[in-house]
């Protein structure tokens, strides 16, 4: 299973056209902009015609490559002011009693909406609810928005300036539980200890990196590199040990962003191991199964969170159009469908913890991941703002606490410096929190987001306060003074290591705590891994050598997203047969990913003649490909490394893999599924891919993964049908990272697994 960041950077859907090709409907809809709005319009058609409703619907979006994608976006602002218009003079009701794609998330989400209220709204125009939304005072609208469906608040915010984005968030919230988080005023953060190798000390210390620059009070959540329940439980129990410590575990909860169920599994395992719960999901039934999750299963799992903490939702517009999943809906109502969601699971918490009387009130939060799909989503740090503006909106109208992950991937035209300024543009929406690492990129993941030294110059810019009972922590640790201004261990994660052990009984000398302290950091940075420590010519900025650093691998890596893979690859890779995709340069791969899912129709004939040529059968078929590293396959020997460490583990193993390495240029994860539909379609029994292919320049590394799909013939053989849900994935492989040999044994374990038979 692929856990929701892997799945965002995978795929894309085919367009649909747009509005203008529709010829007469412009005019149609300004001779009716005036009158009656989409009841008015669709009656002098005829009918409602729901390929010119969702194109409506699309069109008042302010421009958003996804939504040119899917076909909905307007030719012009002309176009799009008119659509605006015709839904302005729309009745609520009309847009409940036609939605754009129906089904049964549709349903659920719709079920945790107020009736009465629904009904009393429902002859309301949309000018009418823009209006109030803009001047009622709070308690008003936390009574109006609980009759409005995840369609309506879809609706009403792409009819908002981003101003009036900002003065609804700054108006509107939704803190959690027995907490500050939420409240006006103030700004939280989720720590995100990633590691390559989800080496416990790289996690550990930067937590205490964070509680240096007195960051952290939402969430201490790590995204793993692997899925496995063994592995999960050590990162947790390792984020468990910081917490217990520090005597901090009823105020921030600790969570390992694996699938659900993998934490189910884990919870059951080891009682009391984690804590807050997390899933990524999406805006209609089938992306959903692409996380492997469904309504009932998330509603079964909500259903057991009864303790202090509940449930961690990471949505993001366009995820679901670019995994084939966009049934021609625009990306601002699927992500709205998203937060009704996880307002309707929050339902099912608050029921399961009033049916057990614990007392407790449901603890759920959503993060919006804003940017990390890539440029095919939207390119601008412009679109990247308006997107957290009005997710932020959505999320409160839907009675949510939401954060952000103001971020993008390096094939965006977003730089180190336009996250500043984004972030800049969209805190006076006060949403709850963001994300929070030691610098802007990821080591892990390899995407921009935001430092610890961001919530710092957000901290004194805007005034926003940290959780109260976490700002004491930071008082009492030194990190901060009685007026919030930097306190001697302020930048000094050695300061808080210090008393991290003292609180553990160590009675060492300081000096000695002190060089150990040293000494593991340096051991962190060799994994590359980022410590911040100290700071600039204000405690906002990084300091000087580490920003130098931070800006090279920067460029590095904007220069290996464009590299193109080279002859030296296929000269390294024995028995290799060469394969394109229909990309037709490296432009278009970066800009248009649909055209790196699919063969050429020259490579399927060279396959197709490979095949038919082939004696004898195998269960495993290598495949490597570019993805957006080549220069991963390039580095040294590495690749050569792992394809022999690879087959050796699966000649131990007694897995037999054909002689051929297919190496693809220009190839997405999916081009891989599309391989092993054409390997082993036509075949008997069970047919094993493994993918090995560049990825992540933003981690310092040039680092590899292996995506591991098994499946029978028969589900080969249908196309489309084997995707994310059913593969697994060993990532961060580099000679700098996680070592080709330890990979290749991980990836046969895990392999071993999916085949049933582990020994």
Not at 300 to 313: N, V
Not at 676 to 697: D, N, T
Request: with cysteine; proline share 4%; glycine share 10%.
């Amino acid at each position: 299973m692929l856990h929701r960041r892997r799945f965002l950077a995978l795929g894309l859907a085919t367009p649909f056209g747009s509005l203008a090709a529709f010829g007469s409907e412009s005019a149609v809809l300004g001779d009716q902009i005036s009158s009656g709005g989409l009841e008015t319009l669709m009656s002098q058609r005829g009918g409602w015609d729901l390929a010119v409703y969702r194109r409506i619907l699309g069109a008042a979006n302010e421009p958003k490559e996804g939504d040119a994608i899917v076909g909905v976006a307007a030719a012009d602002e002309a176009e799009r002011q008119m659509a605006r218009q015709t839904l302005l003079a729309t009745r609520l009701e009309t847009i409940d009693l036609h939605p754009p794609f129906s089904d049964a998330l549709l349903t659920m989400i719709n079920s945790a909406v107020d009736p009465s209220k629904q009904r009393e709204l429902g002859g309301w125009t949309f000018a009418q609810l823009k209006a109030a939304l803009l001047s009622l005072p709070e308690p008003d609208l936390h009574q109006l928005r609980r009759g409005l469906t995840s369609d309506v608040i879809a609706v009403v915010v792409r009819l908002m300036t981003n101003e009036e984005l900002i003065q609804l968030g700054s108006r509107l919230f939704n803190p959690l539980p027995g907490s500050k988080i939420g409240s006006r005023g103030y700004m939280g953060a989720r720590i995100q200890p990633n590691s390559p190798t989800d080496h416990p000390d790289d996690i550990r210390w930067q937590v205490f990196d964070a509680f240096a620059y007195g960051v952290g009070d939402i969430l201490v959540g790590t995204n793993p590199v692997s899925s496995e329940p063994a592995s999960v439980l050590a990162v947790q129990n390792c984020l468990r040990d910081v917490l217990q410590t520090f005597e901090l575990t009823d105020v921030l909860p600790h969570c390992v962003l694996s699938h659900i169920d993998v934490q189910s599994t884990v919870e059951q395992q080891a009682p009391g191991s984690t804590a807050l719960w997390f899933q990524s999901i999406a805006g209609n039934d089938s992306a959903n199964q692409t996380f492997d999750i469904s309504v009932e299963k998330m509603r079964q799992h909500a259903a057991g969170r009864t303790g202090r903490f509940g449930l961690y939702f990471e949505t993001g517009q366009g995820a679901d159009f670019t995994n084939g999943h966009g049934h021609g809906v625009d990306m601002v109502i699927f992500e709205s469908r998203k937060y009704g969601f996880a307002r309707a699971l929050t339902a099912d918490v608050a029921k399961a913890l009033q049916t057990t009387g614990s007392g407790h009130a449901p603890w759920v939060h959503l993060n919006d991941v804003a940017g990390f799909i890539g440029p095919e989503v939207f390119r601008s740090r412009e679109q990247l703002v308006r997107c957290c503006l009005e997710d932020i909106a959505m999320g409160k109208l839907h009675g949510l606490t939401i954060g952000l992950d103001v971020c993008s991937t390096l094939h965006m035209d977003v730089s180190l410096d336009d996250l500043g300024w984004c972030i800049d543009q969209i805190m006076p929406a006060n949403p709850a929190y963001l994300m929070a690492l030691p610098t802007r990129i990821d080591p892990m993941l390899g995407y921009l987001t935001t430092g610890y030294q961001d919530h710092v110059h957000i901290r004194r810019r805007f005034g926003y306060r940290v959780d109260d009972r976490m700002w004491q922590f930071y008082r009492d640790l030194g990190v901060v003074t009685e007026d919030g201004s930097p306190g001697p261990a302020f930048g000094d994660p050695g300061a808080v290591y210090l008393q991290y052990c003292r609180r553990r009984g160590d009675d060492r000398a300081e000096a000695e705590i002190r060089g150990e302290a040293q000494q593991r950091m340096a051991e962190v940075r060799s994994r590359g891994v980022f410590l911040a420590e100290g700071h600039g010519a204000q405690p906002e900025l990084l300091n000087p050598r580490l920003q130098t650093e931070i800006d090279r691998i920067y460029q590095q890596s904007r220069r290996a997203i464009w590299q193109e893979m080279d002859s030296s690859v296929l000269a390294a890779v024995p028995d290799a047969v060469p394969l394109t995709t229909k990309s037709l340069n490296r432009t278009d791969y970066i800009l248009h990913p649909a055209s790196g899912e699919e063969l050429s129709d020259a490579s399927k004939g060279i396959l197709q003649r490979l095949l038919a040529t082939r004696s004898g059968t195998a269960d495993v078929q290598i495949v490597i490909s570019d993805g957006l590293n080549a220069l991963a396959l390039m580095e040294a020997d590495q690749l050569s490394q792992l394809l022999a460490a690879l087959r050796k583990q699966l000649k131990l193993a007694g897995i037999l893999a054909f002689d051929e390495h297919l190496l693809v240029t220009s190839g997405r994860v999916r081009a891989g599924y599309r391989i092993g539909e054409q390997v082993f379609g036509s075949a008997v029994g069970r047919g094993i891919l493994l993918h090995i292919i560049g990825e992540r320049p933003g981690t310092g590394h040039h680092t590899m993964s292996i995506y591991m799909t098994a499946a029978t013939a028969s589900v080969w053989g249908q196309p489309g049908t084997v995707d994310h849900n059913i593969t697994r994935v060993v990532s961060g492989i580099a000679q700098t990272a996680l070592a080709p040999e330890v990979a290749a044994m991980d990836a046969v374990r895990i392999l071993k697994t999916m085949t049933g038979t582990r020994e």
